[in-house]
């Protein structure tokens, strides 16, 4: 066999090489790219395979590649390795998992392969998987090779088989011979340092816990935590150490997860003992000799080399070095990877920060046998080099910790009300927004007590408390009231830290305020609107909300008394009220130990959160509770008698639990029973059908152009007249009947057709309005923010039609406003083109009032829910008129939608609401009303 590698410069050098080559019975040709342009890769695999038809081809992108012992950059090396008694077989498998792998043992390996090259995508696949896949069936056979790489940008690497290019799954060339001599090896310098400490929790290359304590906090007191800010580039090169199989296993950061959780270039198992681990100079330097002296061990003609990108990061002189002793026995090839393939006695790994090697042989006599003597090094200055680079790093360290904590300051100073006392509480500093909240001037404060804001109504414990804690030099964190200039009392939550000396001395305090009055206002209000006045219990809002809120699976009980208009209309609705007071009365002492909400007028839910009622016993404890519920006699105007009622209990998940529950209390109701039990599979089977055939009205209507926009107007309270629109999605199916987004838009979400129905209402709504005046809206969800396709179709088209300032995104915040960054990104991103900013359905469940400040709209649109009983209920205008109040301070203009008569208009219109949307004014249609 023989290995000739080219550099590629051009086509016509490439011509010759290959005119030059020898005849040989195969030939493997491995392509190392550190090229992103595709159409010359392309180019140059069509020309290699129209030249050379019978060669096999595979290849990679790379952060590096590496020639006859060199180091190359952004290169492409062709290396073409050709054997006499060799046959090679190659693969590409569009899935790189563990049934991939196992398929790959199973069919593709045969008695005589002796080797399998790998190259497999990095950034979207779990390369691990697929090597455990692998060795679960094959432990004998050397697979080796990497991840493709693309010079550390992490966006896009590839994989080339034959005159191919892919960008996803794995490529794979296996050598079958009886006579060829194969033998791998890996290098790694990095050494253990530091405790040992064992993985408590992790999920595949997700490491959550050591030592019970969140993996971020472990980078953050070992490496420091400005470490965690430049992840993974800041703390690649002190990888995590364990052993497997005998195996010197080194796993790479390359991200940070959720909740302090580290995502790694490998996998974790809980239990695995770990170590911190540093490199050092001189270990790689004799460790290259040694590996060269392993390699030399066998007969070689040819070795391939397949190393981590971070020892070309990090100790690209070093790993020179290292390839050049390589050369020394035998021509060399291979690429730096995102993750190395080595085989041991047991199983396939993949490694990080290493030099694996392949070395091949078709002669039993290798002239690669030489004598090699080994080098020795020495360490000048290496101490003083050390100390040197620690005082100054030490230094450099603190200069960075002074710059952000004199930001950290000014960020505090501009966000929360701050203050400084001495030992005896007399007040030796206050910020800005001190003297704001408390109405007192600096010079007022300085020298004063914090006496002089105590309020009456805090309770004199809090002080005891809060004072007993700083003065033991611990940290206190606490809310209470505190009275203004005028005598006016504000809420304040705080943290109170005492300041030590060297000597462990308190020498002055800190507190840090935030005002909580708005909020503590805003909770009240809320919570008057998730409690059932009559009964006490909570009401359906404060259900459904806790339901949204909760994991796993629970179980829900629903109780309708039968026939309970009969009692109000017979005795009164006072006495009504009576009988609802005592059946929540007894129901209440027959179930203690879990909440029971009042839903609506006749009807009661018990939640029993993480159970199931098929185990421990539960079905029967309600089935039991029901029958005594159904024995015991209420008195309704002297007049002794039991109630009757009808129950649903369910078992299911989160989001779907309340329907299932209803579900099942209205099949006791049609079947005359008192009591059903239903489970989500039951629901599910039921409606599959209905799902599908949902979904399939969908996709029929986005292929005959059936989505179309309706068009609702929204007038301006002043005028009566119609100034926007809301472009509202509908669908006609087969028989031409406007579809309701109600019936289709959750349908479309899980059929993955949601983000194609957004994008044919963007088009046709913006090429509608790009020829009038008239603003216009269109609503966004947290899904359409999140896609970047989207988002591009949408600056597209308003780049194209020019009509971007009359444009309004109309953010649903019924559906929760999640990833901040994101969703201020995009308004930032919209509005610097002129679009405007609404925030729809607010007031609904997920409402917060830190959205509003952080989002920045120009327009509040407040939620059908609380508008269309304004003029009835007393706590709906409440509401509105704080959410109204609220928007004008943050010079937002507010629309009242689900307007439907006059009533409810001059309610709007006292508040000073702008504008109003609602069937009062108009109703959606497909056409404008001018």
């Known amino acids: 066999m023989k290995l000739l590698n080219h550099t590629y410069v051009d086509i016509d050098s490439l011509e010759k090489f290959i005119c030059n080559l020898c005849p040989y019975k195969t030939m493997l040709i491995q392509v190392f790219s550190g090229t992103s342009e595709l159409v010359l890769i392309q180019s140059i695999l069509d020309f290699l395979k129209n030249k050379l038809p019978d060669s096999k081809i595979i290849g990679s992108s790379t952060t590096g590649e590496i020639s006859n012992g060199k180091i190359l950059d952004k290169s492409i090396v062709l290396s ?113 340092i530091g405790k040992e400490m064992t993985v408590t929790k992790a999920e595949n290359n997700i490491l959550y816990e050591i030592d019970g304590v969140k993996t971020i906090d472990i980078y953050s007191k070992y490496l420091g935590e400005s470490t965690i800010k430049e992840i993974p580039s800041s703390a690649i090169e002190y990888p995590f150490i364990k052993v497997e199989d005998g195996v010197e296993v080194a796993r790479a950061v390359v991200g940070l997860g959720e909740n302090g959780s580290m995502i790694y270039a490998g996998h974790f198992q809980v239990g695995d003992k770990i170590k911190f681990a540093i490199g050092n100079i001189n270990n790689i330097k004799n460790k290259a000799i040694n590996l060269q002296n392993k390699i030399k061990q066998h007969p070689v003609e040819a070795t391939f080399i397949y190393s981590c990108s971070v020892r070309k990061l990090f100790m690209q002189e070093h790993a020179q070095y290292e390839f050049e002793k390589i050369e020394d026995i035998a021509p060399t090839c291979g690429f730096f990877t995102y993750g190395e393939f080595f085989h041991s006695k047991e199983q396939q790994h993949l490694l990080n920060i290493t030099t694996t090697t392949l070395s091949l042989s078709e002669n039993n006599f290798s002239e690669s046998n030489k004598t090699i003597y080994k080098d020795t090094f020495e360490d000048n200055n290496h101490t003083l080099q050390a100390l040197i680079h620690l005082v100054n790093t030490t230094q450099n360290e603190l200069d960075e910790n002074m710059n952000f904590l004199n930001q950290y300051k000014m960020l505090l100073d501009e966000n929360s009300i701050v203050s400084k006392t001495d030992l005896n509480g007399i007040i030796t500093y206050v910020n800005d927004a001190f003297c704001t909240t408390s109405g007192y001037s600096r010079e007022e404060l300085i020298g004063k007590s914090h006496n002089i804001f105590k309020s009456p109504n805090t309770d004199e414990t809090i002080y005891k408390n809060m004072w007993e804690t700083i003065c033991n ?57 998730t409690i059932d006045e009559l009964t006490g219990f909570e009401n359906r809002i404060s259900l459904l909300s806790k339901l949204k809120n909760l994991k796993n699976k629970h179980t829900l009980m629903l109780i309708n008394i039968d026939n309970f208009s009969d009692i109000n209309n017979f005795f009164g609705y006072e006495s009504g009220d009576n009988v609802l007071k005592l059946f929540a009365k007894k129901l209440q002492n027959k179930i203690t130990n879990y909440p029971i909400f009042r839903i609506s007028g006749d009807e009661f839910a018990v939640l029993y959160e993480n159970q199931d009622f098929k185990e421990n016993s539960l079905k029967e404890k309600i089935t039991s509770i029901i029958n005594r519920l159904e024995n015991s006699q209420i008195s309704i105007n002297g007049l002794d008698t039991t109630i009757s009622f009808t129950c649903g209990i369910a078992y299911g998940s989160n989001d779907i639990l309340y329907k299932l529950s209803s579900i099942a209390l209205k099949n006791s109701k049609n079947t005359n029973k008192n009591i059903t039990f239903y489970e989500e599979e039951d629901f599910q089977t039921t409606d599959i059908k209905k799902n599908i055939e949902t979904i399939t009205k969908i996709q029929d209507a986005i292929a005959n152009d059936r989505i179309i926009p309706y068009y609702q107007g929204i007038v301006d309270n002043k005028t009566k007249k119609i100034v926007k629109y809301e472009s509202l999605i509908r669908m006609i199916d087969k028989d031409n009947n406007v579809i309701s987004p109600y019936f289709f838009l959750e349908h479309s979400k899980k059929a993955k057709l949601y983000n194609t129905l957004t994008r044919i209402l963007m088009k046709k709504t913006i090429e509608n309005f790009a020829n009038n005046s008239f603003e216009f809206s269109i609503n966004f969800t947290l899904q359409d923010i999140l896609s970047k396709e989207t988002k591009r ?80 209920d007393e706590n709906m205008y409440t509401i509105v008129s704080t959410i109204v109040n609220f928007a004008k301070s943050l010079n937002m203009r507010v629309i009242a939608e689900f307007v439907e008569n006059k009533e409810i208009f001059e309610i709007l219109k006292e508040l000073d609401v702008e504008y109003s949307q609602g069937y009062y004014f108009s109703v959606p249609d497909k056409e404008l009303i001018f």
């Open 473 to 529: 030099k611990k940290i206190w964190k606490g809310s209470f009231g505190n009275l203004n200039k005028e005598g006016k009392e504000y809420f304040v939550q705080g943290v109170i830290i005492p300041i030590l000396n060297e000597k462990n001395e308190i020498v002055e305090f800190i507190a840090s305020r935030t005002d909580i009055t708005k909020l503590l206002e805003q909770k009240r209000i809320i919570k008057e609107q």
């Open 80 to 192: 073409f390795c050709l054997f006499d008694d060799t046959n090679i077989e190659i693969h590409y498998f569009q899935n790189c998992n563990y049934l991939s792998g196992v398929k790959i043992a199973e069919e593709i390996i045969h008695d005589d392969t002796k080797v399998a090259i790998a190259f497999a995508e990095s950034l979207k696949t779990d390369t691990e998987s697929f090597l455990n896949g692998f060795s679960s069936l094959n432990k004998d056979v050397i697979l080796c090779g990497g991840n493709a790489g693309d010079n550390y940008k992490f966006q896009q690497v590839y994989i080339i088989y034959e005159n191919t290019i892919y960008f996803k799954g794995v490529v794979l060339a296996t050598l079958n011979s009886k006579t060829l001599i194969a033998s791998n090896n890996y290098i790694l310098e990095w050494f253990p």
């Open 793 to 872: 179709i949408l600056f597209n088209l308003l780049e194209e039609h020019k009509c971007a300032n009359r444009l309004v995104i109309e953010i649903v915040e019924s559906e929760g406003i999640d990833n901040f960054e994101e969703v201020i990104s995009f308004i930032q991103d919209i509005k610097s083109i002129g679009c405007k900013i609404a925030i729809d359905d607010f007031g609904t469940g997920y409402s917060n009032f830190e959205y509003l400040i952080k989002l920045k709209a120009d327009y509040l649109k407040i939620d059908g829910s609380l508008i269309k009983t304004l003029h009835s």
